[in-house]
């Protein structure tokens, strides 16, 4: 039984921070657990103990992480705005890797546009992402065919993607810096704009 306590996963469970878990557990590889569901970036102020909704986080995450190794290898997820980057690095200041592969779909950078940027010593992919899911968008980006891995469970559909997401996909970035990326980011899209009342 994996336990989150002894992953890096486990100070961002204390902090109240894994929100929405679709999926919360011990995977299919020994000593991993998973993670899928919302990580708190910012709180909003709570008056006496009603528990009000993060003001931001990263949304659908999609994350694994090794028993007793200090830092999770692989992350993705979405971004509402790119100017939440750095709150990313902070929260997750030391339990990222420089040899960590990240990946955040951002809703309000150019739907052309990837960028590799480097907060501290690590190195964020940052790719659009438009009325899809970021489950749907790292298939796509690993060239995983989703018929291929429906026969898995959802730990084991996890350990699939991102096992596969680890390697790396090969693909031409701009580097930039975190400061060029907020002079180039756009305005950020109404999410209830064009839906159905």
């Known amino acids: ?35 899928r569901g919302d990580i708190a970036l910012k ?9 009000r909704p993060p003001d931001h986080s ?24 790119y100017a939440y980057l750095s709150d990313v690095a902070e929260v997750l200041d030391g339990a990222l890797s420089p040899n960590g592969t990240y990946y955040l779909f951002c809703n309000n950078i150019d739907l052309l546009a990837k960028y590799r940027t480097k907060i501290g010593d690590v190195t964020f ?19 995983i065919d989703k018929n291929d ?9 996890l350990d699939h993607l991102l096992d596969a997401a680890a390697a790396g996909v090969d693909m031409k970035y701009d580097d930039i810096s975190y400061e060029e990326g907020l002079a180039r980011m756009e305005p950020v899209k109404n999410r209830n704009e064009n839906r159905p009342v």
């Open 1 to 35: 039984m994996t336990s989150i306590e002894n992953t890096p996963l486990g100070r961002l469970d204390k902090e109240g921070r894994l929100l929405n878990a679709v999926l919360k557990a011990g995977t299919t590889k020994p000593g991993r657990f998973g993670f």
């Open 149 to 157: 891995i429906k026969k898995l469970d959802t730990a084991g559909k």
């Open 43 to 51: 709180f909003q102020p709570q008056l006496a103990d009603e528990k």
């Open 58 to 81: 990263i949304e659908q995450v999609l994350t694994i992480a090794q028993e007793g190794e200090p830092t999770i290898p692989v992350l993705a997820g979405y971004l509402h705005s």
């Open 125 to 143: 992919h940052i790719l659009p992402c438009d009325e899809s899911t970021v489950w749907k968008e790292m298939l796509d980006l690993v060239g």
